[in-house]
């Protein structure tokens, strides 16, 4: 059975800080996607990680893939109450093209 | 900016009635897939359409649950009846090329009663 896990699930943090979400998967893949969801709301696309190595950055997150150790990070750097919500991985198989969700993270930012 | 339209927003349904959504994708996206979002975990797929074929059904809860794409445009997942299990938000998402991902729709919550 395919896993995608993230830790922490749970992530309260003062403004200003920064921290680093994980994504581990259990599958060869080399698409990892990055997405935020608001309470209540769809998800919205924050990046797209499409081979070994890949690093993208936009405004105070920055994510990056590790296809060999399957593990994909997110960096919040210098936190903002604007960046709580809950973000989510997602893998796509080499072998499929099904996105496949990891737990998710609750970020709140504390002022 | 494009964007997946579905509808309606909200449902409040009670149990053993049927309920319907709908979905129409961002023009041009030969691929559309039903998610469904228990409150508090990850989505997971329903059904995968590849134009007007289903490409991946294996999760979708076939005694209740069916979705059509009928001219590989929008689409319909219906429910009936509805249990209480069913409560969840239910995502539409389109997409045409992998290497950008999947947009997603607005969702359903659906509420069973």
């Known amino acids: 059975e395919l896993k995608v896990e993230q830790n922490p699930l749970f992530l309260s943090m003062q403004e200003g800080k920064n921290y680093t979400i994980y994504c581990n998967y259990s599958?060869?893949?080399?698409?990892l996607y990055w997405y935020r969801q608001d309470p209540g709301k769809s998800l919205e696309s924050l990046f797209v990680?499409?081979?070994?190595?890949a690093v993208k950055q936009e405004g105070r997150l920055m994510a990056s893939l590790d296809t060999k150790a399957r593990l994909s990070t997110l960096h919040i750097t210098a936190a903002v109450h604007d960046l709580s919500a809950t973000y989510f991985c997602?893998?796509?198989?080499?072998?499929?093209?099904?996105?496949?969700f990891g737990t998710g993270t609750s970020l709140t930012v504390i002022p | 900016e494009a964007e997946v339209a579905q509808s309606p927003r909200y449902k409040i349904t009670e149990k053993s009635q049927a309920v319907a959504f709908w979905c129409d994708p961002i023009?041009?996206?030969?691929?559309l897939y039903w998610y469904r979002q228990i409150l508090g975990q990850g989505p997971e797929l329903l059904v995968q359409f590849q134009d007007e074929s289903v490409v991946d059904d294996s999760q979708l809860p076939k005694d209740r649950f069916s979705a059509e794409r009928l001219k590989g445009v929008d689409s319909t997942l219906k429910i009936q009846p509805a249990e209480l299990g069913d409560s969840a938000m239910y995502l539409c998402?389109?997409?045409?090329?992998?290497?950008?991902?999947?947009?997603f729709g607005s969702g359903t919550r659906l509420t069973v009663v």
């Open positions: 599958t060869t893949s080399d698409r």
């Open positions: 990680l499409l081979s070994n190595g």
């Open positions: 998402a389109s997409s045409s090329d992998l290497n950008y991902g999947y947009t």
């Open positions: 997602a893998v796509v198989p080499n072998t499929g093209n099904q996105f496949y």
């Open positions: 023009s041009g996206h030969a691929t």
